[in-house]
């Protein structure tokens, strides 16, 4: 099994800055890639942003220009910066990375965190 421990949420006052952690561990042998979603009070779950294993990234238009992710996979760990947020980033952050969790494997599994509240009010 795989487990997911995110970090870093709470209040932030609009303008401000927040950064969220993810640390991945357990039966993995690769990481591939690994990312951030969010949930909104009566919303679908939304990708926030990516970053695969080679460092490509890919973010929601709402949050280019503000948001930052990174990954240090010596550490199986995805961090999101988050620059300049409004109130319409308040949601439920959520980790997920796909792992290879045996060597040889051709498939990855999905694995999410537990989330974490994120809410910017001033």
């Known amino acids: 099994q795989v487990q997911l421990v995110e970090s870093g949420g709470g209040l932030v006052q609009p303008g401000g800055s927040l950064r969220l952690s993810c640390v991945a561990s357990?039966?993995?042998?690769?990481?591939?890639?690994m990312g951030w979603y969010r949930q909104a009070p009566g919303k679908e779950r939304e990708l926030v942003a990516v970053?695969?294993?080679?460092?490509?990234?890919n973010y929601a238009d709402s949050v280019k220009g503000r948001f930052t992710i990174s990954r240090d996979s010596a550490k199986n760990t995805v961090y999101l910066q988050m620059n300049n947020p409004i109130p319409e980033d308040t949601a439920v952050y959520y980790c997920?990375?796909?792992?290879?969790?045996?060597?040889?494997?051709?498939?990855?599994?999905?694995?999410w965190g537990q989330g974490t509240q994120v809410t910017v009010s001033s």
């Open positions: 997920n990375v796909l792992v290879v969790t045996t060597a040889g494997s051709l498939s990855s599994n999905s694995y």
């Open positions: 357990g039966r993995i042998f690769r990481v591939n890639r």
């Open positions: 970053i695969s294993s080679g460092g490509y990234t």
